[in-house]
């Protein structure tokens, strides 16, 4: 893309990056900063600073920095180009780029057309009446149905891919949003057919992709788009454009299990409601959610096998240090049903009577197995580890098992025992090597190009290819290809690439994250060990994880003495 120094001097000086950045992440004021849980590596406390005198971020955890644009591309996954048209729309300023859209554009408009024309059936034509019947019959009103912008794909095999191209919007556009399907003849089919179609959304708003519901007794009952550049079912939850503000002031979010609920639940005025997407809860999403909240609140039925599911969701969550609490619905209901007839009053009195997790998992178990009897005792033991082992903080995790082990009956060094930790805790194996990757790179860099006789020893144990940061690698690799050829290594290399200020940018991140050892210098060749041995490590506590589960505290012992042996050999 060509676009002149001015035009981009002028379209970045047009937005505020603060408010900008505010609509992804709830940033607290700190001094002339603003400050938020880094979205960019798990964080757990606040490393993430805005400077809106300097209209810039970095993050002092992964060491990832820039300006807004960069902000919007790591966000949103956009391209250079697709980023500063997302400004120039912000900015009511008019690029005149030299490139087509590109794919991620094309996919954006092809989904917002589907939505509205998905919209227009579902109130304006007579194919759409059965929708509207099923939502008159579930009591979803149109205003709210509007909000969401529900919608109606009609039985025809082609009537989208028709309409798209009466527009001018081209098959390829549809199939890369996921809209089109392949016919058992080979040829392009409307993929979303005779559903009630339910947009999903970004959390800027953007259509990126639908949830589509038969209305009769049919499978599948759900499908979504598929996965795409634009879309990942993974680590997108819905309804997270309309809730993320309340989310940010009162610190919590209600998870439900799907489309209606949350629709039900923002109608009702409970406007802090997500929901995933008929997958199970991730890290991803748990991480989405840590940006804004401190607390969660889950409410279960009487369905056994998907709260069984749900539990193992919810371990996920506090894992991210998020207080979960749970709340258990009254007779049979579901939460849609129990919205539609409970006044204010009833979901507030739920939401008040929600308990911790850890002792909801207690209260299941005890019901299940009698802690009168040795084995009853031991199989509520069992169920408990899973809860216990998610708990990061040792502190807590401490309290909670003793607090457990007194309410079991069992005492706390054999629940300790079970869950594999004599001395130290299992965590550190699940958790060894935590380091953001970036931080990582920054010390090999730095490494480099202050041992240069060191280089070699680096790009051996660490190759290019290896960083997380792909730009730190670039640097990397620049700086061992200089040595080879030159015998030196000097930042001069990199300033001369192609595309040298990118670079620039990324190594004076590394120069300025090296100052803060300027008055007490460093030991290059202890730090490499240390970092080759954290590697070593890091390999062996995943292999050893995965036998834990089967014999944990068989797995720790075998754990720290391979641990012992790699930090000899390293002089670590």
């Known amino acids: 893309m060509l676009i002149s120094p001015e035009k981009l001097s002028e379209l970045k000086n047009a937005v505020d990056i603060v408010e900008v950045i505010s609509e992804y992440l709830p940033l607290k004021k700190a001094g002339k900063r603003y400050k938020a849980l880094c979205p960019f590596h ?68 092809a989904n917002e057309f589907a939505c509205s024309y998905y919209q ?63 016919s058992s003849k080979g040829t392009q089919i409307d993929f979303f057919r005779q559903r009630l179609m339910f947009p999903i959304f970004d959390i800027r708003s953007r259509v990126i992709g639908f949830g589509g519901r038969v209305l009769d007794d049919s499978l599948p009952k759900y499908i979504n788009s598929p996965d795409s550049v634009l879309f990942r079912k993974s680590g997108t939850l819905y309804g997270l454009n309309f809730a993320k503000m309340q989310l940010f002031h009162m610190k919590q979010v209600l998870i439900t299990e799907g489309y209606t609920d949350v629709i039900r639940a923002h109608e009702k005025g409970i406007d802090y409601a997500v929901a995933t997407l008929g997958t199970a809860f991730t890290d991803s999403h748990a991480r989405v959610l840590k940006r804004y909240v401190d607390t969660v609140y889950v409410v279960f039925d009487a369905d056994e096998a998907g709260r069984k599911a749900a539990e193992r969701s919810l371990e996920i969550l506090l894992g991210e240090e998020l207080a979960v609490r749970v709340a258990t619905l009254p007779g049979g ?49 069992d169920e408990m580890l899973g809860v216990l082992r998610a708990i990061r903080n040792p502190v807590l995790r401490g309290l909670e098992i003793k607090r457990m082990a007194g309410r079991i009956g069992v005492e706390e060094r054999e629940l300790r025992a079970r869950l594999g930790r004599a001395e130290v805790d299992l965590a550190e194996v699940e958790y060894i090597g935590s ?42 690799s620049i700086l061992w290809q ?91």
């Open 482 to 572: 200089s040595h080879e050829e030159k015998g030196t290594v000097s930042t001069e290399c990199v300033f001369e690439q192609p595309d040298g200020e990118d670079l620039r940018q990324k190594l004076l991140d590394v120069l300025s994250y090296t100052r803060q050892f300027e008055d007490k210098p460093r030991d290059y060749e202890a730090l490499l060990a240390a970092w080759v041995s954290k590697k070593e490590e890091e390999h062996l506590a995943s292999k050893i994880k995965q036998k834990g589960e089967e014999n944990p505290a068989e797995s720790l012992v075998e754990y720290f003495e391979l641990r012992k042996k790699s930090r000899q050999k390293h002089g670590v």
């Open 42 to 109: 798990p964080d757990t406390a606040p490393s993430f600073y805005v400077s809106g005198d300097r209209q810039s971020y970095k993050c002092f955890g992964c060491g990832m920095s820039g300006d807004v644009i960069s902000f919007l591309q790591a966000m949103d996954h956009l391209s250079f180009p697709e980023a500063l048209r997302a400004l120039s729309r912000r900015a009511g300023i008019v690029l005149e780029l030299d490139e087509a859209s590109g794919k991620t554009s094309g996919m954006v408009r």
């Open 435 to 476: 380091v953001p990757g970036s931080l990582r790179g920054l010390d090999l860099i730095d490494i480099i190009l202050n041992r240069p006789d060191l280089a070699g020893r680096v790009t051996e144990a660490f190759p290019p290819e290896s960083y997380i940061d792909p730009e730190l690698g670039r640097i990397a």
């Open 333 to 381: 209901a579901d939460l849609f049903d129990f919205l539609g007839s409970a006044g204010e009053d009833d979901f507030k009195r739920l939401i008040r009577d929600a308990v911790e997790f850890l002792d909801f998992k207690y209260e299941s178990a005890a019901t299940r197995h009698d802690l009168s009897t040795s084995a009853g005792k031991a199989a509520a033991t």
């Open 120 to 182: 227009d059936v579902l109130w304006n034509k007579p194919e759409g009446e059965p929708a509207r019947e099923y939502l008159r019959n579930r009591a979803i009103n149109r205003e709210i149905a509007e909000k969401f912008r529900l919608g109606y794909a009609p039985p025809g095999w082609e009537s989208l891919k028709a309409s798209a191209s009466r527009k001018g919007i081209a098959g390829a556009e549809l199939a890369d949003a996921g809209l089109l399907t392949v």
